[in-house]
């Protein structure tokens, strides 16, 4: 056989497929010395080992089978497998709401390539109908691919994009829109478009997935639709984040780009809010708010678009015997902006002190956030606070570090006064500071623990 039939196959496992007359594509049945399986042969990476077979089985997952277990293999069919899914034209249906999905890649929109192993952005946002039917039912759906990146690679010039894009379609007049991102600066990109778009009059809803598209558990299907019933029937016009609540498919959660953050690596339910409660549920049949202070949809076409950032400043993660070299580097870089992610009540060791000292004294603004993510910056309790404060080091409140940082190059990108920058910082926006934390807005479930244990026993079987 050709040796197209098998595909990033090398050494002992493509032996083994000609051994067989198995080929890449081919329906086949296996027996090992583990068992016996049955599904499709994948093609393999390039870069994986010689030892080998990927199988996808009925359930849709991947299993890898080492073929110095195989005993027997034969195949049962062969049709090559199409991954890309082809674009469909949206119906439109009379009286549903218009919404516009912004693509810029991330799993929502990706699928995998067998060639390296690896999700990559692949689906135009117009091929997610052919992907999620369902959403022909919710709204009537325009896409627009913006970027095509994963989420790392998002910043400050595809924000105040972003910023101008959703500008643009509120001045059309759309009933909502939908922004497609990848996973792991979602909460960033959230807080930027928060200060950015001020008193949008419809819902804009960023949405992504944890897991890629062709996966079994994949959530981007139910993200999609969550993201898009908020955006056309939902009467919260802020800027949200929407993905999985529990870990079931129960419904999904609606954060305030100001307050959210992802909290694990891989669970679909990872964005949690910190330090308050999310502003409501969501499943496609309504939204239920958790909040009572939000900002309704109104009927006009008009917000204010604040497109501004400077890029020249870092969050510093404050750790044991930081070296003062670090700050002078950052000034001598000219960085105008500095959010410290400090200790316990927000602390640093005290050689850092002339290095901050230099820094404020040559105008570079100097903000402190808590690394605990939970609670407030209390700069007057210990002497360590009160004297950075000396130093012009400004609490920041309960803001996340990853906010603090957002909204200091929003503020820079409108004014250099260190004056006018503290009182964009310290007004409060969206709940991005909060006067109290309420007594459910800290919440660890510990497993081990008796009680939790208990607790967890009612909702996972």
């Given at each position: 056989?050709?040796?197209?039939?098998?595909?990033?196959?090398?050494?002992?496992?493509?032996?083994?497929?000609?051994?067989?007359?198995v080929?890449?594509?081919?329906?086949?049945?296996?027996?090992?010395?583990?068992?016996?399986?049955?599904?499709?042969?994948?093609p393999?990476?390039?870069?994986d080992d010689?030892?080998?077979?990927?199988?996808?089985?009925?359930?849709?997952?991947?299993v890898?089978?080492?073929?110095?277990?195989?005993?027997?293999?034969?195949?049962?069919?062969?049709?090559?497998?199409?991954?890309?899914?082809?674009?469909?034209?949206?119906?439109y249906?009379?009286?549903?709401?218009?919404?516009?999905?912004?693509?810029?890649?991330?799993?929502?929109?990706s699928?995998?390539?067998?060639?390296?192993?690896?999700?990559?952005?692949a689906?135009?946002?117009?091929?997610?109908?052919?992907?999620v039917?369902?959403?022909?039912?919710?709204?009537?759906?325009?896409?627009?691919?913006?970027?095509?990146?994963?989420?790392e690679?998002?910043g400050?010039?595809q924000?105040?994009?972003?910023?101008?894009?959703?500008?643009?379609?509120?001045?059309?007049?759309?009933?909502?829109?939908?922004?497609?991102?990848?996973?792991?600066?979602?909460?960033?990109?959230?807080?930027?478009?928060?200060?950015?778009?001020?008193?949008?009059?419809?819902?804009?809803?960023l949405?992504?997935?944890?897991?890629?598209s062709?996966?079994?558990?994949?959530?981007?299907?139910?993200?999609?639709?969550?993201?898009?019933?908020?955006?056309?029937?939902?009467?919260?016009?802020?800027?949200?984040?929407?993905?999985?609540?529990?870990?079931?498919?129960?419904?999904?959660?609606?954060?305030?780009?100001?307050?959210?953050?992802?909290?694990?690596?891989?669970?679909?339910?990872?964005?949690r809010?910190?330090?308050?409660?999310?502003?409501?549920?969501?499943?496609?049949?309504g939204?239920?708010?958790?909040?009572?202070?939000?900002?309704?949809?109104?009927?006009?076409?008009?917000?204010?678009?604040?497109?501004?950032?400077?890029?020249?400043?870092?969050?510093?993660?404050?750790?044991p015997?930081?070296?003062?070299?670090?700050?002078d580097?950052l000034?001598?870089?000219?960085?105008?902006?500095?959010?410290?992610?400090?200790?316990?009540?927000?602390?640093?060791?005290?050689?850092?002190?002339?290095?901050?000292?230099?820094?404020?004294?040559?105008?570079?603004?100097v903000?402190?956030?808590?690394?605990?993510?939970?609670?407030?910056?209390?700069?007057?309790?210990?002497?360590?606070?009160?004297?950075?404060?000396?130093?012009?080091?400004?609490?920041?409140?309960?803001?996340?570090?990853?906010v603090?940082?957002?909204?200091?190059?929003?503020?820079?990108?409108?004014?250099?006064?260190?004056?006018?920058v503290?009182?964009?910082?310290l007004?409060?926006?969206?709940?991005?500071?909060?006067?109290?934390?309420?007594?459910?807005?800290?919440l660890?479930?510990?497993?081990?623990?008796?009680?939790?244990?208990?607790?967890?026993?009612?909702?996972?079987?």
């Open positions: 056989m050709s040796e197209d039939y098998f595909q990033g196959y090398k050494g002992n496992a493509l032996q083994t497929l000609k051994k067989y007359n080929r890449v594509w081919g329906q086949a049945s296996i027996e090992t010395t583990r068992g016996n399986f049955a599904g499709t042969v994948l393999r990476s390039e870069n010689e030892n080998h077979l990927v199988l996808k089985i009925p359930t849709g997952y991947n890898g089978i080492n073929v110095h277990t195989v005993r027997s293999m034969k195949e049962t069919g062969y049709k090559k497998a199409n991954y890309k899914i082809p674009e469909q034209e949206f119906p249906t009379k009286g549903l709401p218009r919404v516009k999905l912004i693509g810029t890649g991330g799993t929502i929109a699928r995998l390539d067998y060639r390296t192993g690896a999700v990559i952005p689906f135009s946002p117009g091929e997610l109908y052919g992907a039917p369902e959403l022909a039912s919710i709204c009537n759906l325009t896409t627009e691919k913006v970027f095509a990146v994963f989420s690679n998002m400050p010039a924000y105040r994009q972003l910023a101008v894009a959703i500008g643009e379609e509120i001045g059309n007049g759309i009933d909502g829109i939908v922004i497609g991102h990848g996973t792991d600066t979602l909460h960033h990109t959230g807080a930027a478009l928060t200060y950015m778009i001020q008193d949008p009059p419809v819902p804009i809803v949405v992504g997935s944890q897991r890629s062709d996966r079994p558990s994949s959530d981007a299907a139910l993200n999609l639709m969550h993201a898009c019933y908020t955006a056309g029937h939902g009467d919260i016009a802020e800027v949200m984040v929407c993905m999985f609540g529990p870990t079931s498919d129960d419904y999904g959660m609606l954060h305030r780009g100001t307050r959210v953050r992802k909290m694990h690596s891989s669970y679909r339910s990872t964005f809010t910190l330090g308050d409660v999310p502003l409501a549920t969501v499943t496609t049949k939204v239920v708010p958790i909040k009572k202070d939000y900002n309704l949809r109104r009927k006009n076409s008009k917000a204010r678009i604040l497109p501004y950032f400077e890029e020249k400043v870092t969050i510093l993660y404050y750790y015997n930081m070296r003062p070299d670090i700050v580097a000034v001598d870089l000219g960085y105008k902006g500095i959010v410290i992610a400090g200790t316990g009540l927000g602390h640093v060791n005290k050689p850092l002190y002339p290095a901050l000292k230099r820094a404020v004294d040559k105008g570079v603004v903000y402190m956030t808590v690394q605990t993510l939970w609670g407030y910056v209390q700069m007057f309790v210990y002497e360590t606070g009160r004297e950075m404060m000396s130093l012009g080091v400004i609490p920041a409140g309960n803001m996340l570090p990853e603090a940082y957002v909204k200091l190059g929003w503020a820079l990108g409108q004014t250099s006064d260190p004056e006018e503290k009182k964009i910082m007004t409060p926006i969206k709940d991005d500071i909060t006067p109290r934390e309420p007594y459910n807005g800290y660890v479930y510990q497993g081990g623990v008796p009680e939790v244990e208990d607790f967890i026993k009612k909702f996972r079987k």
